[in-house]
């Protein structure tokens, strides 16, 4: 049996004229189960700060809730020291914030659970969030569900199964969070808005390779109970690298708002990926990690474990238009530097023919900086030969 709500702090609207708004559009309950872990220590909690603060003039109003196994004499303090690091956003001075929700009057629009606990954990909370947390009739129910999505194929499938009986497939929202960062979402957008010079390009004649890379410098040390079961496999490759592989090969829809597009699109992008033999993957473990395994999970020094920490793969799509391009996907713990990105290498031949030592034999690429290594900040590079050709998005940088 899971604990269930205990720990509990609320945040409510003040402005008259923001509550004239709530009535109309009603409220909003948000409730964080494994609120004092890491994922929403790290990202939720600033995040749905950020949405209360900034869907003020949206006309919502939203309680937060955050739940968890420890009991609340306990979590609640902790609770209280995360919620007090938040950063206010500086159009919303912390003044303007009230502890206490005054919930008369105010229509419940909707409620929102965020279940950033084990997956193992899914199935019996959706279960309780049907048989006794469904809001009134005429109000929303959303459930929020963070990967990994069970470990293999059939216990994906499984879990689906379960969570079927629980909730309907548009109350599900089965997230990766690596999708949200600025320049993965950014990617189609730049496609979009540079068809016109790279659909030319965009294909086996000129793409020497593709390049998908998540390089970490930490270990896991801490997290091997969970990590162990997992890998980099299961961890990164099959949903973040795998997600950014769609973005970057998907034909482009017509209309990036229809979703239903964008998911046919990928779809047919995932079967047409061919299967891997054996000699197209190199895996491996850092030095320390079979001690780590063996201190954390109480193991005698001959315990083995043969989960890799480091991958790289390469993969190959069936469709006329990427035929033998090759596509990397590579992503460690341990390793020697921190970095996201996905590069498009441009074969050479195609730009210099004559002059092997002209500037057009640079390499001419097209880089989707996520984040850290040595630019620190996002961003997207392109090659000196395309930069007055292509539009670089807002947060786009030569
Ligand atoms: C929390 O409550 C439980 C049960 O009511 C009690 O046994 C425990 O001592 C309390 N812990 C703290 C830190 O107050
Ligand atoms: C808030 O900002 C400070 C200083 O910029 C930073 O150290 C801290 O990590 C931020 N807190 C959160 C929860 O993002
Ligand atoms: C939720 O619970 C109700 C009542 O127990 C049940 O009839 C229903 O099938 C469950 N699932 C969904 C998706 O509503
Ligand atoms: C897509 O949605 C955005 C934001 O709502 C809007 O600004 C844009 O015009 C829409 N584009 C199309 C093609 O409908
Ligand atoms: C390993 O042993 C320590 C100390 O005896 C204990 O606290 C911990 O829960 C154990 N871990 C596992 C995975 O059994």
Known sequence: MLPFLLGLFLLSLCSTAAQDEAHKRGHVSVVV??????????????????????????????????GGLSPANKSTPVLYEILKALNCSKDVPKER???????????????LFYLSVPAFAYAEIADRINSSCRPPKGAWLRVVLEKPFGHDFRSAQELATKLGTSLKDEEMYR??????????????????????????????YFIERVEIVLKETLDVKGRIAFYDQYGVIRDVLQ????????????????????????LTNKLNIFTSLLPLSKNQAVIGQ???????????LNKTKDHVSLTPTFAAVLAHIDETQYEDVPILMISGKQLD??????????????????????????????????????????????????????????????
């Open 33 to 66: 189960l494994g609120g004092t872990g890491d994922l929403a220590r790290k990202y939720l909690w600033q995040g749905f700060f950020e949405l209360y603060a900034n869907k003020i003039s949206s006309g919502h109003s939203f309680s937060f809730y955050g």
């Open 239 to 262: 949903n973040h690298l795998t997600e950014v592989m769609t973005l970057l090969t998907m034909r482009l829809p017509l209309n990036l708002n229809n979703s239903q597009e964008v």
């Open 97 to 111: 914030i009230q502890k206490q929700l005054k919930q008369e009057g105010l229509v419940e629009a909707g409620r």
């Open 337 to 398: 530097e921190r970095v996201g990105y996905a590069r498009i290498l441009f074969k050479d031949n195609v730009f210099c023919l004559q002059n092997k030592n002209s500037v057009h034999c640079k390499p001419k690429q097209i880089i989707f900086y996520f984040g850290h290594g040595s630019l620190k900040y996002p961003a997207i590079l392109v090659s000196k030969i395309f930069s007055n050709r292509l539009l670089l998005t807002a947060s786009g940088k030569k």
């Open 175 to 204: 997230i990766d969070h690596y999708l949200g960062k600025q320049v993965v979402s950014n990617i189609l957008q730049f496609r979009m808005q540079n068809k016109k010079h790279l659909d030319s390009m965009w294909n086996k």
């Open 286 to 296: 850092y030095q320390t990690y079979q001690k780590e395994v063996q201190q954390e």
